[in-house]
């Protein structure tokens, strides 16, 4: 490796040593506020540059990629603003659905105070250039509720626990954004609904595995579904003969025979 160059895997623009730490933090302090009002644009980035005393060669190191390094920026801003309040009291003796539910109300309390400018940050993160992302945001945004629930797993559940809650973030946060109910009840009410759906997603899950067949391996399931284990069709004898017979008679119905395929060249 040549000598300087870096190592790190950490992007430039989220690096906490870089010498812009303090100049991204007043800048971002200062376009929250005026997102509200002009949303999450280039143009609002150099007005909030300005109004932190930062120049634009300064706003440019801070924020190479512009109002998109900015939205990522406070994004993990509140998602570390989450996991402060996960390393409470309050959360350790809960439940790990009630730890849920408390991680992603941690989440809304942090945005709360900017609501407005959430609501111009979803919209902005919502057009094709920004949707990437968009979701590499809120797969963070799930990835760091596990991580303060102490999740350690590496196989196919790390990757089936973080989709899950990304999906009910995402839904909940759209609710939060449309609720202007009291307290926010009717965005308490969805939450709690939603981790219910999950919940009822792991009991099918566990029965599943009840039944002896692994939802990890989707091919081996359908195999075991057409083509029985050795020593299956000697134990039920004609029975397993009928149903195999009117699963093919089912398949050649779905799935008529076709012309031989013809190759362009």
């Known amino acids: ?22 100049v991204r933090e007043r800048i971002l302090a200062a376009l929250i506020d005026r997102a509200a009002f002009d949303g999450w644009t280039e143009a609002a980035l150099q007005g909030a540059a300005a109004e932190a005393g930062a120049s634009r060669a300064e706003a440019a190191a801070a924020y190479p990629r512009g109002a998109g390094d900015a939205l990522k920026a406070w994004s993990m801003a509140l998602d570390k603003a989450m996991l402060a309040a996960m390393a409470t009291d309050a959360f350790a003796g809960l439940k790990i659905r009630e730890k849920v539910a408390f991680a992603v109300r941690a989440r809304l309390a942090a945005m709360r105070p900017h609501k407005e400018a959430a609501r111009r940050a979803a919209a902005t993160l919502a ?4 949707a990437p992302l968009g ?29 899950i809650l990304t999906g009910l973030w995402t839904s909940v946060f759209a609710r939060w954004l449309a609720d202007d109910s009291d307290g926010e009840v009717a965005t ?24 002896n067949i692994d939802p990890k391996k989707p091919i081996e399931w359908l195999a075991r579904l057409r083509y029985p284990a050795p020593g299956a069709k000697a134990r039920t004898g004609e029975n397993t003969a009928a149903r195999e ?19 362009t060249p």
């Open 135 to 163: 979701a590499q945001l809120a797969w963070a945004s799930a990835d760091a509720v596990w991580r303060g629930l102490g999740d350690k797993s590496t196989d196919f559940n790390y990757y089936s626990k973080r989709s």
């Open 245 to 263: 017979a009117k699963i093919d008679e089912a398949l050649e119905e779905t799935f008529p025979a076709s012309d031989a395929p013809y190759w």
């Open 127 to 130: 057009l094709p250039q920004y």
């Open 1 to 22: 490796m040549a000598e300087g160059e870096k190592t790190s895997k950490t992007p430039p623009e989220t690096s906490e040593s870089d010498g812009f730490c303090a």
């Open 188 to 211: 308490s009410a969805f939450l709690d609904a939603r981790i219910e759906n999950v919940m009822q997603i792991e009991k099918l899950k566990a029965k599943v595995r009840a039944l």
